[in-house]
């Protein structure tokens, strides 16, 4: 993995930290901002220990070009504020937007294991990676949303 989506996934899972401690004090809800901060925190974890997260060990192996991986998140991103978009009901809120995007990191890993072996990447991949992206985003958004109403 190239260094920039080791400390974009860092600075998001910092980000959502804080915004899980904004959420308990304005909402009251800390065990539930306890249990997705011990989550996030073994996530987190488990990346040190298979991969060396920030900085790798062990790489996940093969190319990953930092063009490709720099579109597919911004889909990614694009995709989650679609979907925030397409179901918002009622008044906009900037917590409720954001607070997906802050983790978006964690939705690109698996599409990244998709380019590991790729020597060359053809425009129609980059197309059909962009468009997964995408739709991992879209509905990334729809599992938080139940996550809450647990």
Request: with cysteine; glycine share 10%.
């Amino acid at each position: 993995m190239t260094p920039l989506i080791n400390y974009l996934l860092v600075g998001c899972a910092l980000l959502y930290g804080v915004f899980l401690l904004g959420e308990a004090f304005v909402g009251g809800t800390w065990r539930r901002a306890v249990l997705e901060g011990v989550l996030l925190f073994l996530f987190i974890g488990i990346l040190r220990l298979t991969t060396g997260f920030p900085v790798p060990v062990r790489a996940f192996g093969g190319f990953s070009p930092l063009p490709a991986i720099a579109i597919m998140f911004a889909c990614v991103l694009a995709g989650i504020a679609a979907r925030y978009v397409f179901s918002r009901k009622g008044r906009f809120s900037w917590r409720s937007f954001l607070k997906p995007l802050v983790i978006s990191p964690i939705v690109l890993l698996p599409l990244l294991g998709s380019l590991q072996g790729i020597t060359n990447l053809e425009p129609i991949q980059l197309v059909s990676f962009a468009l997964l992206s995408f739709q991992n985003g879209f509905f990334w958004e729809t599992v938080l949303e139940h996550a809450k109403k647990l």
